[in-house]
């Protein structure tokens, strides 16, 4: 999936891996993490598909910078992958897998566990605040904004994602509040 992800920037305009790294970190990165060594191993391994080139440009006093840029073939892989069919809905789910075996630990460790849950999804709402600003600027890169549409709708999955993880988690304390006065 990092591959497409990649060829999907590479297809807005061309960059460095520095500068896909960049992206990632101010924006991708919340829903899609990558650390920078798998960005250079997806870059190398696009690069034998043909599905990138790589222009060297030379520096003065720093090393040559790599830029890349999508071929037609790495266009054409990346709108075969947009329209496979495939929903790319996962069912592995830690955080379920967890709260299954749940009952195997106190009350007070599960009410800890959802507060945890609870405030990290919080934590991770307000880190998409900036994401506007981000999404302004890079629009603004590529000159293509109509395409920023798309990049807001992600935004507004996350905000609702960790709404309903809040809100679930809050309701999973309920209940284990209400099977203890129950008891």
């Known amino acids: 999936m990092l591959k497409h992800g990649i060829l999907g920037l590479l297809n807005y305009h061309q960059f460095t891996g520095y500068e896909i790294m960049e992206v990632f970190r101010d924006s991708l990165r919340f829903f899609w993490n990558a650390q920078t060594s798998q960005i250079y191993r997806e870059l190398q391994g696009l690069e034998q598909r043909k599905w990138v080139s790589k222009t060297v440009v030379p520096q003065k ?10 071929t037609s073939q790495g266009k054409e892989e990346l709108l075969k992958w947009l329209g496979n069919g495939d929903l790319g809905l996962t069912v592995n789910d830690p955080v379920l897998m967890k709260v299954f075996f749940m009952g195997e630990r106190s009350p007070e460790e599960n009410i800890l566990y959802f507060q945890q849950v609870k405030e990290a999804c919080q934590m991770f709402l307000n880190s998409l605040d900036p994401i506007p600003q981000y999404i302004e600027t890079y629009s ?27 809100d679930w988690a809050e309701d999973c ?3 284990i509040e209400n099977t203890q006065t129950l008891s």
């Open 61 to 70: 006093g720093k090393p040559d910078k790599n830029v890349y840029s999508i």
């Open 140 to 166: 603004n890169l590529i000159d293509q904004k109509e395409k920023s549409l798309y990049w807001e709708m992600t935004v507004d999955y996350g905000r609702r994602n960790m709404k309903l993880l809040i």
């Open 173 to 175: 304390i309920r209940k």
